[in-house]
Nanobody
Framework: LVRLVESGGGSVQAGGSLRLSCVGS???????MAWFRQSPGAEREGVAA???????SYAESVKGRFTVSVDWDKKTLYLQMNNLRPDDSALYYC??????????????????WGQGTQVTVFS
């Protein structure tokens, strides 16, 4: 059974930084892994993704501020978030799938999800 567990969320002042982690278990191969976020009343949106071949993609709104990385051996996905803004506040989810969707697919296409970690940025 594939399981994804996020951590690292919290409250931070605008301009600050946070690092999210997502630890995977229950599988023994590389998968496309991604970060999504959802704020109240909004649709879930893709933030960053790494395909199994290492191809990285970012949402335009986070380019230059967020960095996604992965340790395949540890099955851990990271999201370094710098220069955070209040509109980055959301519940951040880790997702994974055997298909290399990048950020091109809808969130519903990803098969595996974590429970989410809250990020709150105050001004």
């Amino acid at each position: 059974l594939v399981r994804l567990v996020e951590s690292g969320g919290g409250s931070v002042q605008a301009g600050g930084s946070l690092r999210l982690s997502c630890v995977g278990s229950g599988y023994d191969y590389t998968m496309c892994m991604a970060w999504f976020r959802q704020s109240p009343g909004a649709e879930r949106e893709g933030v960053a993704a790494i395909d199994s071949d290492g191809t990285i993609s970012y949402a335009e709104s986070v380019k230059g501020r967020f960095t996604v990385s992965v340790d395949w051996d540890k099955k851990t996905l990271y999201l370094q978030m710098n220069n955070l803004r209040p509109d980055d506040s959301a519940l951040y989810y880790c997702a994974a799938d055997e298909v290399d969707y990048g950020l091109d697919a809808a969130s519903e296409d990803f098969q595996y999800w974590g429970q989410g970690t809250q990020v709150t940025v105050f001004s």
